[in-house]
């Protein structure tokens, strides 16, 4: 398992226009953190789950969660899963988790409540700039999932609450990039690992 | 300098709608590979070049290229980049490179004219799944770059036209990966290479 977790702090939480997707407080952001977290050349990543933590007006907090196997008629470009978003938008998120697409779902949790939920079964990894090398660390990582902000950061009393729920604050690049691009090299470091590991099990049960 | 040429196999080579940029001949995978390749978070990398090979009908091969220093007023959303590229497509591509927009352009080159031209200031490496690991090599890449496909890949003849001008192939990961995450993985391979080769050089100067 691997899941990303981001917070959209102005993501807007109601039904948004298409012909606007950036102006829904910069939902484009999150359309190309689950694009780019879960979609492979013509085909999709196993296990892999996104949370959006949509904060923006007029009814936050709300998130909106992607499972990757099962998730269907979902294309990688902003605009085919801006409108499965704006779909979800229109149920009515309760304290669980309500299916408004296959794989995706919606729920009225807050950060506290997500993040206590999420620790059951994944190891929390708080990103950021100044953090652990991932290449260091990516080979003890077992089902992480990475807490990462979009273009306005976390808040410092988001902040605290992560910190409460992460095993290590961990840094892809030294460059400010974009939250997508984290996610996109974050897979990529895993991947190499889980080869890395998969190439040393192969030439043991050669020997 | 850094630069990305991408092959867009059916990309349509007329003003389209941005009602539906997928149905452009997948020109959502052109403009998130720009957007992927050109910004950070809140800013603009420095000396990189896009360079986008448009071969659907009506009338190709027509190249837009994107440099960085001078692009204005574009966002990392496809739509945005999307609607830049309409904007050039109203253009009469000429032999030379007319400019479109500041930091846009246009020309009616092939592939292998436009080679042609990178190799005198580039060092033009293919990227293939089965190719040389980067991160072996990229150290030594000074001035690279990048060929890739699309999602339809590189055609026989075109890879044919490329592997006369490319110094190596090279391959980013074993998985096949979107074309803009592999442009993303490329950056990230030459940022942690010049940071360290930077670092080494604050050492060697601070003996």
Not at 28 to 48: N, V, Y
Request: glycine residues 6%; contains cysteine; hydrophobic residues 40%.
């Amino acid at each position: 398992m691997r899941g990303f977790l981001v917070i959209g702090n102005k993501a807007t939480t109601s039904p948004f226009s298409l012909k606007n997707i950036p102006g829904a407080g910069r939902m484009d952001i999150l359309c190309r953190c689950i694009s780019q977290a879960i979609f492979l050349s013509h085909s999709i990543r196993k296990s892999l789950e996104v949370y959006l933590l949509l904060l923006g007006d007029p009814n936050p907090p709300i998130v909106v969660k992607i499972k990757s196997d099962e998730v269907r008629r979902m294309s990688p470009d902003e605009r085919s899963i801006a409108g499965l978003i704006r779909k979800a938008l229109k149920f009515k998120a309760g304290e669980g988790w309500t299916e408004t697409n296959s794989g995706i779902f919606i729920s009225k949790k807050g950060l506290r409540g997500l993040l206590e939920d999420l620790s059951n079964s994944y190891h929390i990894y708080y990103m950021r700039e100044d953090g652990e090398d991932i290449r260091k660390i990516s080979y003890k990582m077992e089902n992480p999932l990475f807490v990462l902000g979009d273009h306005v950061g976390v808040k410092k009393e988001d902040e605290k609450i992560i910190l409460r729920f992460a095993e290590d604050i961990v840094s892809v690049s030294k460059l400010s990039l974009m939250a997508e691009q984290c996610i996109t090299i974050a897979n990529y470091e895993l991947d190499r690992t889980s080869m890395n590991i998969q190439n040393t099990l192969l030439n043991y049960s050669k020997k």
